[in-house]
Nanobody
Framework: QVQLVESGGGLVQPGGSLRLSCAAS????????MAWYRQAPGRERELVAT???????NYADSVKGRFAISRDRGKNMVYLQMNILKPEDTAVYYC??????WGQGTQVTVSS
């Protein structure tokens, strides 16, 4: 059974940075596409970034140029580097993998 565990969320001021981590069981990050989603209060869950098994990345327009998804094959980790954070980035961020697998989420709050 695939398991995903996110970490790295927190409170940050506008303009600041955070790096989210997603620890995956097994070697799924080497083979399968992985993704980060987010859900803000009162809003639907939205796709933030994806990385394919071949390493191709894609981003929501709202985060292009500010966020970067990456992975460490040896550590079975997926990361989301978030820069120039804005209050509208406030949400619970989820890591997603194959077989409709989701982590428990990590809260990101951008506020002064």
């Amino acid at each position: 059974q695939v398991q995903l565990v996110e970490s790295g969320g927190g409170l940050v001021q506008p303009g600041g940075s955070l790096r989210l981590s997603c620890a995956a069981s097994g070697s799924i990050v080497n083979v399968y596409a992985m993704a980060w989603y987010r859900q803000a209060p009162g809003r639907e869950r939205e796709l933030v970034a994806t990385i394919t098994g071949g390493g191709v990345t894609n981003y929501a327009d709202s985060v292009k140029g500010r966020f970067a998804i990456s992975r460490d094959r040896g550590k079975n980790m997926v990361y989301l580097q978030m820069n120039i954070l804005k209050p509208e980035d406030t949400a619970v961020y989820y890591c997603s993998g194959p077989f409709n697998t989701w982590g428990q989420g990590t809260q990101v709050t951008v506020s002064s």
